[in-house]
């Protein structure tokens, strides 16, 4: 049986030059990792908080039943990029209709419907006014049995 024998030690020159288009490459995707990977640990729990939104600062208030959901709130926001500002809130299912004429009331504008039965969705998109920028969405929660999910999005013009 034939046996190799390896070293570190080696006198071969290294095959990359400065003015290979392959050293400029792996430079540039170097410097995207390293900033992409700085914006990444940039976000943390602290800094999810602060974009949990508030609907009074731009005129909209939630239905009177409805109750926030911080928890849930805070894990959409960690999945989401700066500098949108998100807001979840839940209601009974039964009171779709009710949160939906709540929200048409509030926003002057009439939901776009998806779905029928518990399947039903409701979203209205805000293009105009002192909420623009705002997407409601109405729908049966994947995460709380029973309940209606709020989320209200908010992306802030200009940013």
């Known amino acids: 049986m034939e046996s190799f024998d390896w070293s570190m030690n080696s006198s071969a020159p290294l095959r990359t030059s400065a003015s290979s288009p392959s050293s400029a490459v792996n430079a540039a995707v170097a410097v995207l990792v390293l900033a992409f990977a700085t914006i990444a640990a940039a976000q943390g729990p602290q800094d999810w908080i602060k974009r949990i939104l508030d609907p009074a600062k731009i005129g909209v208030t939630p239905p009177a039943d409805a109750v926030m959901n911080r928890k849930l709130t805070v894990d959409y926001l960690s999945k989401s990029d700066p500098p949108k500002e998100i807001a979840i809130y839940m209601m009974p299912i039964e009171q779709l209709k009710k949160a939906s004429d709540h929200f048409k009331t509030t926003l002057h504008s009439d939901?776009?419907?998806?779905?029928?039965?518990?399947?039903?969705?409701?979203?209205?998109?805000?293009?105009?006014?002192?909420?623009?920028?705002?997407?409601?969405?109405?729908?049966?929660?994947?995460?709380?049995?029973?309940?209606?999910?709020?989320?209200?999005?908010?992306?802030?013009?200009?940013?």
């Open 111 to 159: 939901p776009a419907v998806t779905g029928s039965g518990e399947f039903e969705i409701h979203r209205f998109d805000i293009t105009s006014g002192k909420a623009k920028g705002l997407t409601v969405t109405l729908t049966r929660s994947q995460f709380v049995d029973k309940k209606l999910q709020i989320t209200m999005e908010y992306m802030p013009p200009g940013k």
